[in-house]
């Protein structure tokens, strides 16, 4: 017997499904409270699938949204559905897949593929061959439903589709696909290419055995009128020259004269697929050759997409000159992550860079319109390509930019100084010929009376920031920075944002050479705090902590603490605890608090407490969440980590006068309990923190030493890599402080100290951090760490030759040499790497070149005058005159 709806019962479900359609919110929430009433019905499904297959007389979008509540309630309650009820719907979606409605059809699909992703696709075995025999229908209807379910389902399952699970359907399936790429109708070719594009990434076996026939069927559908397919076809080609360019290579030349075309297809969604093939292409090492032939065609069209369309223009506002008084979108302001702390080590000639940051994307300013669009793409390919090409690229490019830059029309103007800044990066050798003339023409666009113009020319600017720092600060620095100043309190909130965005850059580059400036600078960034809206707020945080980066203790003097630290201070007393503006502006004073040192005395008590609270109140909220998840939210971890990250910036900046405030707290009980975080970027952020309190007040830290090294211990597992880096370095600084008093403790960790700087494909930083305390535990336990030399001193001396003289590396050397004095032995087989690592000392103090000079003759006299002869034969020149010269050997 067939299932049937009771009258009754229909006619409620059906009031039910118009009433969710009402705009009314108090109605929305009673049908809301009726589903879920509903729901404890097992065969209101039944219902709901009905509506959706069998009663034509209703509206669509009554019919559709039945089947979207019954796709809902597969997702949280399928597994409890009664086997009739899941029996009903999957035969009532198989047999109305072909519904006269394209908006019926869709949802069919929608929900047959929510029903296989539930495990269903094992215990369905007729889905996939009813869906595939349908394929072959007469009814158009039909066949094009099924192929949007199949479409649906290998995107959702193509992993699971290729698979022993499933007796690998794929292999009837590829073959099947490929034989519709020729179908009369565009919307079945479209769906034919989709499904066999979900494949390619994951280089699917079947898709492998099939590939010349899926490259010639491609090729066949290159000029197809349907944009739709010429989409799905550039897509296809991108994929495949990520993973089988070796196939492609043959048809190179035809397939990048095609791409050429469809970069300018009039489908914007065609020509940014095609586009996306150059950024794929240039990673790829047969680029250079492929291309070469290609860039007097390729560059025009790339700098052509450039442009805002028109649509652009209006989701930009572009004609909006003021909007600085307009509060913003809530929606529109995108959340920012806080990067923990992690403890790095100089290097020989690098300011301490914090490892390479991530260029922000190609081009930020108009990061708002939606995310990807052809003008970004192209942007971004450019900027690639001139990275591969260098100066290639340019002879190709100077003729259109001339006329780009001092175009009448503002929207061709603008896509030049686009263009300029994309080939900032790879193009800079010969660029520095023309920046003499381009950047005061530059600097002039930053007052043009087009918005869009004044911001991408900041960000422009900023890509040339490297070179204006290393002329004479008059030519340019000054001109440039009067003027960014001034678009820092532009009226136009689009061009605040750029210009803040790029006096941050300048900031990095320039570093003290902004000195002569400060007073002039803070008045700015101050005045701007009353002007700025919520977005921007968030972005000058970053420029004032970068100011503060960039030139450290310059700006501890009275005049400017007096400008910057009240309005500071004033929002940190405005924000809540549960803010999230307090992340930026916890950073920003991180970094004001480690460049004012002293000077930042007197506003360290309220920031150290609300610190303080911060995690305590996050320890104790994720307290009662672990007993009760069923009453209480999981506390945003996030607070907990910016906090400790902004104590160690007080830690740091302060040094010994965060003692009062530590004595005043409980603050070494919560960092015990932050230690053991489940979450790895609390720990983290917690042995950074005990290695700054060790520096700064260890007597409070003693105490818990015992506590607080098996902790350590454990997180020496390279597998978190910052949690480990940091660890380490705890470690060394405390072996330090404890000096003998840490012989008990060195059993601990010593084991794991080896091993990981005996790992292979270790991080530099980690490598570096780990050879310091090992010297440094040597250094205080000799006797305890010098039995291992023959393990370690070989990556020891290549992970420490590279970092500058400075306090760590002096502590580390003297711990080897200690440790040789305690095992000369377990230095001999590896003593030239030891001689390369004294060499890489550029002064090291007297005391010091005294051991090294004991040690490298001590050897010598140990071994006799020949065999040393014999011995520093194998010395590189340059080692061999810097031990001549500075150690007489």
């Known amino acids: 017997m067939e299932w049937q709806p009771d009258e009754q019962g229909l006619q409620q479900v059906l009031h039910l499904l118009r009433d969710s359609q009402s705009p009314n919110t108090a109605t929305q929430r009673a049908v809301q409270q009726k589903l879920e009433q509903l729901n404890q019905f097992p065969d209101f499904n039944n219902y709901l699938i009905f509506v959706l297959t069998r009663l034509k007389t209703e509206d669509e979008p009554t019919r559709s949204l039945s089947g979207l509540i ?55 075995p007729e889905l996939l061959p009813q869906l ?82 899926f490259i010639e069927s491609l090729f066949a559908l290159a000029a197809d009128e349907d944009s739709e397919v010429r989409k799905n076809v550039c897509r296809a080609l991108v994929m495949l020259l990520e993973v089988r360019v ?94 923990s702390r992690t403890v790095t080590l100089r290097h020989e000639g690098d300011e301490g860079e914090e490892g390479e940051e991530s260029e922000d994307d ?59 800044g994309a080939i900032a990066e790879g193009c800079m050798q010969d660029m520095v010929l023309y920046l003499p003339e381009l950047i005061p023409h530059l600097i002039q666009c930053l007052s043009d009376k087009k918005a869009l113009v004044r911001s991408i020319a900041c960000w422009t600017l900023s890509r040339y920031a490297h070179w204006v720092v290393s002329q004479p600060p008059d030519s340019y620095l000054k001109p440039l920075m009067t003027e960014l100043l001034k678009r820092i309190l532009d009226t136009n909130k689009r061009v605040q944002e750029a210009a803040c965005s790029a006096f941050a850059t300048l900031e990095e580059e320039a570093c003290t050479e902004l000195v002569p400036y400060l007073s002039f600078i803070l008045d700015t960034l101050v005045f701007a705090f009353s002007k700025y809206q919520h977005k921007n707020l968030l972005i000058l945080y970053d420029a004032i902590g970068t100011l503060a980066d960039s030139v450290g203790h310059h700006l501890n003097q009275p005049e400017y603490i007096q400008k910057l630290m009240p309005p500071l201070i004033q929002k940190w007393n405005e924000l809540k605890d549960e803010d999230k503006d307090l ?54 971890k996030d607070f907990m980590i910016v906090a400790l990250d902004l104590l160690s910036g007080l830690a740091e900046g302060l040094g010994g006068h965060v003692e009062q405030l530590v004595t005043r707290s409980n603050i070494m009980t919560l960092l015990f309990q932050c230690m053991q975080d489940t979450m790895p970027e609390v720990r983290q952020s917690s042995f950074a923190l005990l290695g700054d309190l060790t520096k700064a007040c260890f007597l409070h ?61 270790t991080p ?98 140990q071994v006799g005058e020949d065999n040393w002869q014999q011995f520093s034969e194998q010395f590189p020149p340059l080692l061999k005159e810097r031990l001549s010269a500075c150690y007489g050997v």
């Open 70 to 124: 019954l796709k809902n309630n597969v997702k949280v309650h399928y597994q409890n559905f009664p086997p009739a009820v899941a029996h009903f719907i999957k035969q009532e979606c198989l047999n109305n897949i072909g519904d006269p409605s394209p908006l019926i059809r869709a949802t069919i699909g929608i929900l047959i593929t929510t029903i296989s992703t539930k495990g269903e696709l094992q215990t369905w």
């Open 132 to 213: 595939c025999t349908m394929l072959n229908s007469e009814d158009y209807n039909t066949c094009e439903g099924s192929f949007g379910a199949l479409q649906k389902i290998c995107e959702d399952s193509s992993e699971l589709l290729d698979s022993d699970a499933l007796n690998r359907p794929l292999n009837i399936m590829i073959p099947k696909f490929l034989q519709f790429f020729k179908h009369c109708s565009p919307k079945i070719r479209s769906h034919a290419i989709a499904c066999v594009n979900q494949f390619i990434i994951g280089r699917a076996q079947a898709l492998m055995d099939n590939i010349d026939t």
């Open 246 to 339: 070796d196939r492609l290579i043959p048809h190179m030349r035809s397939i990048v004269e095609y791409m050429l075309q469809r970069t300018q297809d009039p489908d914007e969604n065609v020509a940014l697929e095609a586009c996306e093939f150059w950024l794929t292409l240039a990673e790829q090492p047969i680029c250079k050759d492929v291309l070469s032939g290609h860039l007097a065609q390729l560059v025009p069209v790339l700098v052509n997409g450039m442009k805002y369309s028109e649509i652009d223009i209006i989701l930009l506002k572009g004609d909006v000159e003021e909007d600085e008084a307009v509060p913003d979108n809530e929606q529109d302001i995108k959340p920012r992550f806080h990067k």
């Open 362 to 420: 190609d081009d930020d300013d108009d990061d708002s319109l939606s995310d990807w669009n052809l003008r970004k793409c192209s942007a971004a390919a450019l900027d690639v390509l001139a990275n591969v090409f260098r100066d290639e690229l340019l002879p190709h490019l100077l003729p259109v930019l001339k006329e780009l830059l001092f175009h009448p029309d503002w929207v061709v103007k603008e896509s030049g100084i686009l263009v300029l």
């Open 583 to 636: 992340f930026p502006l916890l950073e920003c004073l991180s970094s004001v608090a480690t460049a004012l040192q002293s000077g930042f005395l007197p506003y360290c008590e309220p920031v150290y407490q609300r610190c303080v609270t911060l995690v305590q109140k996050n320890l104790a909220q994720a307290m009662m969440y672990n007993q009760h998840p069923d009453q209480y939210e999981a506390p945003d």
């Open 701 to 761: 830290v003693k105490p818990c030493i015992a506590e607080f090294m098996p902790v350590l211990g454990l997180n020496l597992n390279p597998e978190f890599i910052s949690v480990c880096n940091n660890a380490t370095w705890a470690i060394g600084e405390i072996a330090i402080q404890m000096g003998t008093e840490m012989q008990p403790f060195v059993a601990l960790v010593l084991n794991n100290l080896v091993e990981i700087i005996n790992r292979p494909n």
């Open 764 to 861: 530099k930083t980690l490598l570096e951090n780990t050879a310091i305390t090992i010297g440094r535990l040597g250094y205080v336990c000799p006797q305890e760490v010098a039995p291992m030399l023959p393990q370690f001193i070989r990556p020891w001396c290549t992970s420490l030759r590279n970092i500058r003289d400075n306090e760590e590396k002096d502590s580390a050397f003297r711990g080897i040499c200690v440790m040789i004095g305690v095992n000369p032995g377990g230095v001999v087989q590896d003593f030239i790497f030891f001689c390369d690592a004294v060499a890489s000392w550029v002064n090291p103090k007297d005391d010091l070149r005294d051991m090294f000079y004991k040690i490298l003759h001590g050897f010598k006299d």
